[in-house]
């Protein structure tokens, strides 16, 4: 399984694989804000928070068709399902790679980002928290979409409008824990259902991900 | 002799023959008299006026919106245990049907929402649930329409239904801790005191009766054909083989 992730992580680095293309992606979003609600500083401030999640959706949903699909098209997602490994552990390890190369870049530039927009001084700290907590759930719900588009020929619409929906607690919570934080209040509640999420979609996801590749590839 | 029996396509569609015309007459008569009686015969309500009439319409569909997405889960689960066709199809004629009670639900709550609230659109958890909810029934649809074998379709937008289900309760609990709510509370709730007058709850039980029957003769259309189309499938397949 380790060799498994190396491989992925290999391959996403190596041959334009897309690794900073969400990151990029993510400037550009944040870049493209303030040109369209105004340069104020108070106005970007108190929308930050969203943009910046809403920011990272977009990019994690730009890279989930990937997940897949090349494996899906050369072959060798047949050889992961024949291999000795379970399948659901094969679509853990690949959630786990997507993460690392879409999910913890944008953690890490999230700050950056964030004095963009003039997000508060005391934010900074959640709008990490949040989306360290989060972005794993992005990932995982992903493999369940590209799961069951795999085997479509254009399956990248379908795939946004399914995975879609199935972000919308994930960035509900993610974004009212970092304004909360902005705005000093008391940030357990959400912070708690945050990585409950978290924790029951790494938990779950991966066996209805699997099932449905396994539909897929019947 | 078990339910399963009806599982047969044969038997479901002789039995369904005999069943449909006694639905569709049915949920004529309920939905005729209820929403006439609703409309007509019912005194405006103080603080609502004439508008309190959407209710007949708005309350049953929301209803419908909610249950047909249950009643999806559990021919998609039947499916995915026990294999029987017809439990699929039933699922997949059901889809439709539960977009549009969604969308009837969400434009008669904005017609109800500009008079009494002053807005057409509110980011209430309500609304925003069944907005959400939407979404999920078009994605439904659209996996169902994309996938071509008719059996890995089947599988897979019942997979979705099950997880979508899950994701769709908690969209409404996410959606409720994010905002609070401009919606009033649960009106039909069995404590009596925040039960609505009688007056208005009689004619409105028979809409909602009137809704599930015309939902039942939809489905059961709707199934009827998916099953014909499928046969129809099957013979030009044979006669191309020949």
């Known amino acids: 399984m380790i060799a498994l992730l190396m491989r992925d992580l290999r391959l996403a ?37 969203g943009i910046l999640w809403v920011g990272a959706l977009l990019a994690c949903l730009l890279s989930l068709d990937r997940i897949f699909a090349l494996d899906y098209e050369d072959g060798s997602l047949d050889l992961l399902v024949t291999a000795p490994v379970p399948l659901e ?3 853990s390890i690949k959630a ?123 | 002799m078990s339910i399963w029996e ?17 639905t569709v007459g049915v949920a004529a008569i309920t939905l005729i008299v209820g929403l006439v009686w609703g409309y007509f015969f019912v005194p405006a309500a103080e603080n609502f006026g004439g508008s309190v009439k959407v209710i007949y319409v708005h309350v049953p569909a929301a209803m419908m919106a909610i249950n047909i997405w249950v009643m999806m889960v559990v021919t998609s689960l039947i499916w995915l245990i026990r294999r029987h066709h017809v439990s ?36 209430d958890p309500r609304l ?50 994010w905002n609070q709510g401009l919606h009033q509370g649960a009106t039909l709730s069995m404590d009596s005191e925040q039960h609505i007058a009688d007056v208005y709850w009689f004619p409105l039980l028979l809409c909602m009766a009137g809704f599930i029957f015309f939902f039942l003769a939809l489905v059961l259309i709707r199934t009827r054909t998916e099953v014909r189309a499928r046969r129809l499938g099957a013979i030009q397949q044979r006669e191309r083989m020949a």
């Open chain 1, 13 to 49: 680095v190596r041959a334009g694989g897309g690794f900073g293309l969400g990151l990029a992606f993510f400037l550009i979003v944040v870049t493209l804000v303030p040109f369209g609600v105004g340069p104020e500083g108070k106005i970007l401030a108190r929308i930050a928070p």
């Open chain 1, 89 to 91: 552990g094969v679509v």
């Open chain 1, 96 to 218: 786990l790679a997507h993460w690392i190369t879409t999910g913890l870049p944008l953690v890490v530039a999230a700050p950056v980002f964030g004095i963009l927009l003039h997000l508060p001084q005391g934010a900074h700290v959640w709008m990490v928290i949040s989306l360290l907590l989060g972005t794993p759930a992005l990932s995982v719900l992903g493999t369940f979409g590209a799961a069951l588009t795999v085997g479509l020929k254009r399956g990248g619409l379908l795939l946004s409008l399914l995975v879609l929906p199935f972000y919308v607690p994930t960035l509900i919570f993610g974004a009212e824990l970092v304004r909360r934080g902005a705005e000093g209040m008391n940030t357990e509640t959400p912070l708690l259902m945050l990585a409950g999420i978290t924790a029951a979609t790494v938990a779950l996801v991966p066996f209805a991900s699997a099932a449905a590749i396994r539909v897929n590839l019947r």
């Open chain 2, 6 to 22: 009806y599982a047969n396509p044969v038997k479901f569609m002789k039995t369904t023959d005999k069943i449909l015309p006694w």
């Open chain 2, 88 to 123: 699929a199809l039933a699922a997949k004629a059901a889809a439709p049907i539960g977009a549009v009670m969604t969308l009837i639900a969400l434009i008669t709550g904005a017609v109800w929402g500009q008079p009494m609230w002053g807005t057409w659109w509110e980011w």
């Open chain 2, 128 to 177: 925003t649930s069944f907005l959400i909810l939407f979404l999920f029934y078009l994605g439904y649809i659209a996996l169902w329409a994309a996938v071509e074998n008719p059996d890995t379709a089947a599988d897979l937008t019942g997979v979705l239904s099950l997880v979508g289900g899950v994701f769709a309760v908690l969209s409404r609990y996410a959606a409720n801790f």
